[in-house]
């Protein structure tokens, strides 16, 4: 895949960090406004596509680091499942941080209000985790279905089971 | 009756779905039927859970709260899409690979298996 | 409180958590990652066993996730429980043990077996996945859960099925069984919105205690016998079968006839426990004996035909698929009539679910050898092979039990199971009994074939110098031997503290109902 | 040809049969009393001090099934992980 027209990238330049920081915006007040960790997550991501499709995959992809976006994904998944383990003490996934004053501990008045960025205990802490996990899978997904095929015919060994 | 007409949209988009996946001949095709038969899905679920004249079951800033939406239907909808879109991206990298080895994307010539 | 109230959720968290850490694990090298593989599946393994030795001393555990006790199922005033609930009843607990010993199996097999491929760090992550989705479907009191971890396998197995990429058939049946698969998930989703619309409630209990069999109802039930028929197998809809099984690398297969188990439990979970005494009339007990005679049959006459060993091994799951279904439907068929349930159709349900348990161990058994069979002598058709009983004892002893097994001979599990279902399903008709027979001697014949071909005869050329499997594939098969040994040593021990129980939990709706939501039916 | 015009006659009936048996479940815009849903609108915010009401089920009530859904979108990376890999044998 080849870079698109100077029209393209100047305004991939301009906007794509817009993109970034909105997307971090979504996960970041997920338990506020509409949105949270997967759909934010999806959000950052579409800034890979995006310079992808505007600077082209030969200049993209030596800046790409693939084993980032594993252990964005790794981290996620664990800092998420681990959260879930924590309340073992209570039960599986018990919102052990919600109303205790702590981190994510404040209450909030009930009814139409304008939001309280630290609330909701567990909730916002799990959407951090997941628009991580959701960053570094969407990118690998994305990474991996453009530059897969030549990957393979890269490898040479045929992996074809025990019996050719 | 006609007021259940979303229903009708959503038995549309299902039988369309799965004629695309029965009778098509490309391998996107079939795909994209797989992905109209799971947006009928999606679509159901939403459907269901509207109130006439409800607002989104959000209180950020919300104006005066009157009727809200079921908010279940919504959450359960979030799970079907991304659910949806992990199976895509793999059913899209595995005919990538389809057309790799057979160099075509007809089904009818993808038939190793038989009998 | 101690920490067993918590097995529910470990049993599902276990594996899940061994397979996010698996592709770290595998950067420590080549025995980190195996013992990784056969550690965690091992713990499971016993963690289910706990959790069905629980369940037998202290009846249906319940674990509500995230409730502030384990047990709240209902919040103050409610009827319908608001959050996800495990609920594990004998039945449940049965199937868990049956599955995650099969993984446990396949796992051993694995490390030695896959040693020479790339890509194994995301092995070992997906096989976990198969095995969290596979007791997640087993575990969950919740419509969606259930569908959430029907994906979860679904995706998993996909993956694996494709683990050899370089072969076009194996891309081709692992698309073949997504498009199958993933329609049927949808299928049961928008069934799911069905029942959510009609009760606005998810939890299996409260759409059981609710359920009044109307138009709607109907139409969610043809969708859900629809689809869970579709990804276990049976016959109209068994295409993607023998592609899949025979595909899939042998240990991968040997969870895959776990996880086709488990979609016959939610099938059997549906029936029974959610729409139960309320089905009233004989038509969906009869469509699920005709599916089970169809599959049974056709099944066994397509393996007779077959070359390669591990297609025609899973033409013959699908006809074993077809004894369950047989003899659970005909329990249900006498399930609203106490007579009848007493005189033949509990027999058939403890013949159906004993069969499940033998089916499950030696089918991964037989499909373990071919694995076997394959890594010493390097093809898959039948014709390449001969006289391999010298060269690998070890695998043609074990062969030979799981072939005895399967074909019902008499001192061996299979043949108790079958007599149970024979002489059950000879009190209804006795034609069906009859094809159940027909069906029994055509498995016999056929793996008579593949055992004179294969393991007799004179040694071909090719093959003098192949020698017996490394010991890690033997160990992953002599799990599943030895658990098919003492099922057959034992019969009445395991009919009457395995089988009994979980045939009492299914026919017992109201039971499955008031454990969630108190007072019930 | 023939056999669209059969779909279309199929498709008719079985879109028929579909909608008669979605009207059935309730009228589009009343679900009627819904004590599931109604349960998280007046006490989510209470009981968990999130504003968006969506969110906390997602996370909270039905925090597990987005648990498995993580695992869902984790088992796609890793399938096409495995059918993309870099072969060369270990």
Redesign the interface.
Known sequence: MYSLSVIVRTICDVFAWFLAVFGVYVIIH?????G?G?QGGAVVATLFAFLLVAYGGKKFIPFYKSNLF?WF??V???L??GT??V??G??????FL??QGGLFG???P???????LN??????L??MA?GV??IG?LS??LY??F???R??E??????????? | MIGNLPYLVVGIIFLLGLYAVLFEKNLIKIAIGVSLIEASANLLLIVLGYRTGGSIPVFTLAGKVGKMVLPVPQALTLTAIVIGLATSALMLSLIMMLYKHYGTLDVREIRRLRG | MSWHVHLPALVIAVPLLGAFIAPVASMLGKVARNFWLVGVSALTALLSVLLWQQVLTSGTAIYVMGAEAFNLSLPSGMSLPIRIILEVDAFSAFMAVVGSIAAFAGALFSTNYMERFSGLDKFAALYFLLTTGMLGMVLTGDLFNFFVFLEIASVASFGLVAFWRDRPEAIEASFKYMVVSTIGAMMILIAIAFLYGRYNAVSMAAVANALRLGYAEKIALVFLIIALAMKCGTVPMHMWTPDAYTEAPAGVTCLLIAVSQASLYGLFRVCFSIYGASLGSAVVPWTIIILGVLSMFIGVSMAVVQKEIKRLMAYHSVSQIGYMLLGLGVGLLALSDPQAMADYGFTAMKGGIYHLINYTMYKGLLFLTAGALYYAAGSRNLNDLGGLARTMPYTTFMFVIAAAAIAGLPPFNGFVSKLLIYESTFAVYPILSIMALVTSVLTLASFVKVFQTAFLGPAKAKLAQVKEVPPGMLLGMSVLTIVIIGLTLFPTWSLSNLVEPAAKALVNQAGYISAVIGGGL | MKRQVLFLVALIIVVGTLWGGLSRIHQFGDPGAAPMDDYYLHNAQAERSANNIVTSIVFDYRGFDTLGEAAVLFTAVCSVLVVFRKGGHN
Request: no cysteine.
């Open positions: 997920g338990h506020l406004t509409p949270g997967f594993s994904e790794t996620g998944l664990l998420f499942i879930g383990l309340g073992l209570t039960t599986f996934f018990y919102n919600a109303g404040s209450t909030v009930i009814g139409p209000n304008s939001g309280v609330s909701s205990g567990t909730i916002a799990m959407n997941v996990e959701v899978g690998l997904i991996y279905m530059k897969g095929i990957l393979y890269e490898s040479g060994s045929e992996e074809t089971g025990h019996d050719r």
